[in-house]
């Protein structure tokens, strides 16, 4: 039998399998053996051991397409970044963060900004301006509202989705609103779930449709980027890819050499400042780190 890990803590993994429900697993020792941890997100296939009481135990994992360290994920399609527009206003530097972060693991971002219910349209228009020029999918919800709700819902379906983003900004009532409708299903995951043995918050996957599931990641709140080699990080702007080898110089970082074509394109506004400043200031920490 084949499902996916939904939730995994203290050596008990629940593995949502379509149709049957979820069920709680051990892992093989053979997993503790080879080094390999089951992580929350992981396909994997299981046996049964008591039908009844939905128990089995994880005998395979299968291949992973991508994971995550901070939150420890596996097989994610895409991140959904929710910011609010207002109240709070956007952290633009995190933003980035966030983006970067996706970009460096290759996992494709689709950018959400809630509130729009309290927000002006010119906020709506500045936010328009900055993120759509990068190639991003942009989507401007109200969870209180219920405004795109629906469209969101379309752009989920059928993939796995890690929802990233600060705190405050609605995550947990977009969700709410995205889970209604499959009530059923999530109640009786969540009472396996919670039957007492654990109250911490850990990343887990929330079903919304037969085959589409969001992971709210609590780990995602604060970031840092440390992981990347400074002379990648350009290539976690989509934006500068326009200009690659339009550069004076051969593997130009678009800091201080002269004739760069992404600074040129900053200067006459086809690459949005703000961006550019957050790339240098990134640029520059990651600098910093690898001098130590």
Same mark, same amino acid.
């Given at each position: 039998? !084949?499902?996916?890990?939904?939730?995994?803590?203290?050596? $008990?993994?629940?593995?949502?399998?379509?149709?049957?429900?979820?069920? /709680?697993?051990?892992?093989?020792?053979?997993?503790?053996?080879?080094?390999?941890?089951? @992580?929350?997100?992981?396909?994997?296939?299981?046996?049964?051991?008591? /039908?009844?009481?939905?128990?089995?135990?994880?005998?395979?994992?299968? *291949?992973?397409?991508?994971?995550?360290?901070?939150?420890?994920?596996?097989?994610?399609? !895409?991140?959904?970044?929710?910011?609010?527009?207002?109240?709070?206003?956007?952290?633009?530097?995190? @933003?980035?963060?966030?983006?970067?972060?996706?970009?460096?693991?290759?996992?494709?971002?689709?950018? #959400? $900004?809630?509130?729009?219910?309290?927000?002006?349209? *010119?906020?709506?228009?500045?936010?328009?301006?900055?993120?759509?020029? #990068?190639?991003? *999918?942009?989507?401007?919800? +109200?969870?209180?509202?219920?405004?795109?709700?629906?469209?969101?819902?379309?752009?989920?379906?059928?993939?796995?989705?890690?929802?990233?983003?600060?705190?405050?900004?609605?995550?947990?009532?977009?969700?709410?609103? @995205? !889970? +209604?409708?499959? !009530?059923?299903?999530?109640? +009786?995951?969540?009472?396996?779930?919670?039957?007492?043995?654990?109250?911490?918050?850990?990343?887990?996957?929330?079903?919304? &449709?037969?085959?589409?599931?969001?992971?709210?990641?609590?780990?995602? +709140?604060?970031?840092?980027?440390?992981?990347?080699?400074?002379?990648?990080?350009? =290539?976690?702007? *989509?934006? $500068? &890819?326009?200009?690659?080898?339009? #550069?004076? $110089?051969?593997?130009?970082?678009?800091?201080?050499?002269? &004739?760069?074509?992404?600074?040129?394109?900053?200067?006459?506004?086809?690459?949005?400042?703000?961006?550019?400043?957050?790339?240098?200031?990134? =640029?520059?920490?990651?600098?910093?780190?690898?001098?130590?």
């Amino acid at each position: 039998m !084949q499902g996916k890990i939904v939730k995994g803590i203290a050596g $008990f993994y629940y593995v949502h399998v379509v149709e049957s429900g979820v069920y /709680e697993c051990k892992a093989k020792g053979v997993f503790r053996k080879d080094g390999i941890k089951p @992580l929350v997100g992981d396909d994997v296939e299981m046996e049964v051991t008591h /039908e009844k009481d939905m128990e089995g135990n994880i005998t395979k994992i299968l *291949p992973r397409k991508n994971s995550l360290i901070r939150p420890a994920v596996a097989n994610i399609d !895409q991140a959904l970044v929710v910011f609010a527009v207002t109240k709070p206003r956007p952290h633009f530097n995190l @933003l980035d963060r966030f983006l970067v972060m996706m970009e460096s693991a290759d996992i494709p971002a689709v950018l #959400c $900004f809630n509130k729009t219910d309290i927000a002006e349209d *010119p906020e709506i228009a500045e936010l328009r301006n900055i993120y759509e020029g #990068c190639g991003y *999918p942009l989507i401007f919800t +109200s969870a209180k509202e219920e405004q795109n709700i629906e469209e969101l819902r379309h752009i989920l379906e059928g993939k796995t989705t890690a929802v990233a983003g600060p705190s405050g900004v609605g995550k947990s009532s977009l969700i709410n609103r @995205l !889970q +209604s409708g499959v !009530q059923m299903e999530t109640g +009786s995951i969540s009472r396996k779930i919670e039957r007492g043995r654990h109250t911490t918050r850990h990343s887990e996957l929330i079903v919304i &449709g037969s085959d589409s599931y969001i992971m709210d990641t609590p780990g995602f +709140s604060s970031l840092y980027v440390n992981d990347l080699e400074k002379e990648s990080l350009k =290539y976690c702007f *989509p934006e $500068f &890819g326009t200009y690659e080898g339009k #550069c004076r $110089f051969n593997g130009c970082d678009h800091i201080h050499e002269p &004739g760069c074509a992404v600074k040129e394109a900053v200067e006459s506004g086809r690459i949005h400042r703000m961006r550019y400043e957050d790339y240098t200031e990134i =640029y520059r920490e990651l600098q910093e780190r690898k001098r130590y």
